[in-house]
């Protein structure tokens, strides 16, 4: 076993790196930091832990270390739940002092040397490791995308051997992509919110990066367009999609498609049996119902029609980050990067 830490581990998806690393079968989790405020203190005294997530008593213990790279020297690989403003800095001196960084937060992941890896899907990204070690980098970042990209792009994956060369998505994304302080309940309590700032720019951007190619050690993006429409709306967890994709193919190839979907990469800890499950009810994906399918790690996809058209679901704050995260670790660890 290797030994971890969590980088913002007070926030929403920091605990969730908790929740999945306090007993996992390959990562020790030694080391969670916070804000100043909360170092020195037991990491049971100072979280807010969700009432609906069983609390996991063995990090309880741990005594919160303030976010630096000094906090880190004993272990291998942090986790970066950081929120954006200041995750870049961190997490570069965090890899250039030799750490392996997996992210979930956006500032590197649009960097040309960086792989943004949703596991199944892209693997082969992770050659970009060594572009960053050729630099000069004694450690490395490897970022997951944007929770609705994870979603959307897990969706796509298999199709991508049809032809397509447009995709228009609208979400539906649940209050807890927000953070804890995001969302009033009293602003999303009857109502919709249909902007969510930076949502729709990283949706087509991002998807086009992870299903692109590794050539000569760059990635050439994916010769398609998207177009995104994000809207939050009075859900807990579970970002819902509603896409539109011009395949020409009938909806029962594309059903068979879906079904017949084998993901490049199997048989990872974090790994559901089924990456992408193709639901039959013609009212299923529902976030109260599925979102926890694979153990939260599962995307569904349903109502099939003509055009072609689809909705998609995936838990955002499993799936869509901590859990991709440490998917990407244990692929980082398998291919023996650490």
């Known amino acids: ?114 792989p943004l890896v949703v596991t199944e899907v892209n693997p082969d990204h992770l050659g970009l490791i060594d572009a960053q070690r050729d630099a000069g980098r004694d450690g490395f970042i490897v970022t997951n995308p944007n929770c ?70 760059k990635i050439r993006p994916a010769p398609f367009k998207v177009s995104a429409s994000c809207h939050r709306v009075p859900v807990i967890d579970g970002h819902t999609m509603a896409v539109w994709i011009d395949i020409r193919e009938s909806v029962d190839w594309v059903k068979q498609t879906f079904q017949r979907y084998k993901p490049l990469v199997s048989g990872l800890p974090s790994q559901p049996e089924h990456s992408v499950l193709f639901m039959e009810e013609p009212d299923r994906p529902q976030p109260r119902l599925d979102r926890m399918r694979g153990n939260g790690m599962t995307v569904c996809v349903g109502r099939l029609r003509e055009g072609i058209r689809f909705i998609t679901l995936g838990h955002n704050t499993i799936r869509g980050a901590a859990g991709a995260s440490v998917l990407n670790a244990e692929l980082i660890y398998t291919k023996k990067y650490i």
Not at 35 to 60: H, I, M, N, T
Not at 183 to 191: C, E, L, Y
């Open 1 to 114: 076993m290797i030994n971890v830490g969590v980088l913002g581990a007070t926030g929403a998806v920091g605990q969730r790196f908790v929740q999945l690393l306090a007993e996992h079968p390959w990562f020790n989790l030694t080391t969670l930091t916070a804000s100043e405020r909360s170092a020195g203190k037991l990491y049971r005294d100072v979280v807010k832990w969700r009432l609906d997530v069983p609390f996991p008593e063995k990090a309880g213990g741990i005594r919160v270390s303030p976010t630096s790279v000094g906090s880190l020297k004993d272990v291998d690989l942090v986790f970066s739940a950081l929120p954006a403003e200041i995750a870049g800095e961190v997490e570069s001196s965090c890899a250039d002092f030799g750490l392996a960084v997996c992210s979930n937060a956006s500032s590197h992941r649009m960097e040309e040397n960086v």
């Open 148 to 217: 609705s990209t994870i979603v959307m792009t897990m969706a796509l994956a298999p199709l991508r051997n049809l032809a397509f060369s447009d995709v228009r998505v609208a979400t539906m994304q649940a209050v807890s992509g927000a953070g804890f302080e995001g969302v009033p309940a009293m602003g999303i309590f009857d109502n919709v919110i249909p902007y969510i700032g930076q949502e729709e720019q990283k949706m087509e951007t991002e998807t086009l990066k992870i299903m692109g190619t590794l050539e000569a050690g």
